[in-house]
């Protein structure tokens, strides 16, 4: 079945350091990439949608010079949080959609096991 | 989009059945049904989806109502591993964007 996988799973840093995730899909290629991120006790909170190839669209409110997205290849795309402070600790998730299906909401989304951000 | 009304936790015993009921009563014509959901400190998983008519797969049954403004989620023999939060979300029919609300959180008993 298709598989997205994230890196690293957990990543500890200090304030004003920058951190990358990687979300890849291992047995299928993405077009589009979403990344999520959710608070403690809160629902997923759509960030950005990453396009192959060409920049990320991002979602109100999101800083994009903040959150760095880029999706180099149909396999993987990063997310990069720039300076990085408390307050960007979160569990940061991607999801993924086989670019094989139709296309448009007829289709699954897989999403990967979720990176845990905490900054000191 | 369209909004979703879930209950906010439901319980359930082992081995037996689960209503997960949904309303979404402002879903345009074009809309598709999706449920996820997302188990403890994990990423969400997909459940299923539909658009007019009745659903099954491994994982669960969807029933959507004649006039599409709500849908249940049926898990004929609940585990301990269906423990989750379980999300309704309509998707337009050109979209390819979730957008999560506060979902349903399903406490198994043993």
């Known amino acids: 079945g298709a598989v997205v996988s994230q890196h690293p799973s957990w990543v500890i840093c200090k304030s004003g350091t920058s951190v990358k995730i990687e979300c890849r899909s291992l047995d299928f290629q993405a077009t589009t990439m979403f990344w999520y991120r959710q608070f403690p006790k809160q629902s997923l909170m759509l960030m950005a949608t990453?396009?192959?190839?060409?920049?990320?669209?991002?979602e109100q409110g999101v800083e994009k010079d903040k959150f760095l997205i880029n999706h180099a290849s149909l396999t993987l795309s990063t997310l990069t949080v720039t300076s990085a402070h408390p307050e960007d600790s979160s569990f940061y998730i991607c999801?993924?959609?086989?670019?094989?299906?139709?296309?448009?909401?007829?289709?699954?989304?897989?999403f990967g096991p979720g990176t845990r951000l905490t900054v000191t | 989009d369209a909004k979703t009304t879930q209950p906010n936790s439901m319980e359930s015993n082992e081995e037996e059945p689960v209503h997960l009921p949904c309303n979404h009563s402002t879903i345009s014509g074009t809309d598709y049904i999706h449920w996820y959901r997302q188990l403890p400190s994990q990423g969400p998983e997909y459940v299923i989806h539909?658009?007019?008519s009745n659903v099954n797969n491994r994982m669960a049954s969807l029933a959507i109502a004649e006039d599409r403004k709500s849908s249940t989620l049926i898990l004929h023999r609940a585990t301990l591993r269906d423990a989750a939060v379980y999300y309704c979300?309509?998707?337009?029919?050109?979209?390819?964007?979730?957008?999560f609300g506060k979902g349903t959180k399903l406490t198994v008993n043993p």
């Open positions: 990453s396009n192959e190839g060409s920049k990320a669209t991002y």
């Open positions: 999801s993924a959609r086989d670019m094989r299906g139709s296309g448009g909401a007829n289709y699954e989304q897989y």
């Open positions: 539909g658009l007019t």
């Open positions: 979300i309509p998707i337009q029919g050109g979209s390819e964007k979730l957008v």
